[in-house]
């Protein structure tokens, strides 16, 4: 693909799976932080409460922005040179964009054909099926792979982040409306419901950590805003999910489900 002159700049040495790593700095979540979940602290002013009944009445804490794919309907994995692996999703007024190494929000930009975006040095240029991707530290030449729909409310009811693994298989869903999550673990045959409480919030890198609310079944779960690949199809998802429960870690994708 050749783009218009006008589009191209001196382009250094790519820096390979870190490429990206160096270009503008991941965007910060248009929302509010939210609190911090203490279940412990609650079940102690609430007296014969159970954690589960305390987290219940609380309300689920805002995810980044970046878990989510905007006003697109699709995500779009892509295939670059030198070798690297990006998901974009297209919605009406920006693109988001996501890398093994982090995630950003590009807005329009004019060009004479195709579409373009771009934010701080970071500029993704697409035409059909191709894209070049350029910032300060070089260049990518992108080949459009599989498309994945987005998730929908329709989809999960009541669903604000859907994840989920392979081998064994595995499913976590957090509620939209208390900090409460269900897993599906060993291909579905055992189920858990439990509250959780947040540890980490970074909404500028897209980072969430979540802990158990229940003191009889701890868990970690790490929510990262990477490209994120599905191990057996290949789906692309823009959150890294990390599940640590009963001494075993599980790693899948995700994605967070709008209202």
């Excluded at 919605?91 to 329009?108: F, K, M, T, V």
């Excluded at 439990?194 to 969430?208: C, H, K, S």
Aim: some cysteine.
């Amino acid at each position: 693909m050749t783009p218009p002159s006008s589009f191209l700049r001196a382009a250094g040495m790519a820096c390979g799976a870190l490429w990206l790593a160096g270009c503008a700095a991941p965007q910060s979540s248009d929302e509010p932080s939210p609190a911090v979940v203490d279940s412990t602290a609650a079940t102690a002013l609430a007296g014969d409460q159970t954690a589960a009944e305390v987290a219940a009445s609380d309300p689920a804490p805002l995810l980044p922005s970046l878990f989510f794919p905007g006003s697109a309907e699709q995500f779009v994995a892509w295939r670059c040179q030198p070798a690297q692996d990006l998901i974009s999703a297209h919605g009406d007024d920006e693109l988001r964009l996501w890398s093994r190494q982090g995630a950003y929000r590009l807005a329009p930009a004019v060009v004479a054909s195709g579409a373009r975006y771009t934010v701080d040095d970071l500029s993704f240029w697409s035409k059909g099926d191709e894209a070049l991707v350029e910032s300060d530290n070089g260049r990518l030449d992108c080949q459009q792979d599989m498309p994945r729909g987005a998730m929908t409310r329709d989809d999960r009811p009541g669903v604000m982040f859907h994840g989920r693994g392979n081998e064994p298989g595995w499913v976590v869903s957090l509620d939209h409306d208390a900090p409460q999550l269900s897993l599906l673990l060993d291909y579905g045959e055992r189920e858990l419901r439990l509250p959780y409480r947040v540890t980490e919030m970074d909404n500028a890198n897209g980072r969430v950590q979540l802990a158990s609310g229940d003191a009889d079944q701890p868990f970690s779960l790490e929510l990262e805003a990477r490209a994120c690949f599905d191990d057996m199809k290949g789906d692309p998802f823009p959150v890294r999910v990390t599940l640590t429960l009963d001494g075993q870690t599980y790693r899948g994708c995700g994605q967070g489900i709008a209202p």
